[in-house]
């Protein structure tokens, strides 16, 4: 992510989708999720030109996308999986997430 975006991505790490921020050792900013895993964003040009991402479950999805859109998000609706919705957004860098409410089975085939 570009430097000068730091603040405003962080903040939507933080307040948007509910990641603790947490103490790092490299990169510019680390979160984490209630589960431990961790979400580290590094300098660089922001993820504007790419769909890769990185998926996250909530467990308020209508929650997520509400904070998302009041943050000037614009997630959009991504095909079914397993039978539930999944959206995308982008963070103020531009990188992209999607989230996604319904765990997929333990054992998708």
């Known amino acids: 992510m570009p430097a000068d975006l730091l603040e405003d991505t962080s903040a939507f790490y933080r307040d948007v989708l509910l990641l603790r921020p947490v103490p790092h050792l490299a990169g510019v900013a680390w979160f ?7 979400v580290h964003l590094l300098e660089g040009p922001g993820g504007h030109d790419t769909r890769a991402h990185f998926a996250l479950h909530v467990d308020d999805l209508e929650g997520a996308l509400r904070r998302a859109r009041a943050a000037g998000a614009e997630p959009e609706p991504g095909s079914r999986a397993w039978g539930a919705e999944r959206w995308f957004l982008r963070d103020p860098a531009g990188n992209m997430i999607e989230l996604f409410e319904v765990p997929p089975p333990a054992n998708p085939r």
Do not use: K, S
């Open 32 to 38: 984490e999720t209630e589960e431990g895993d961790q």
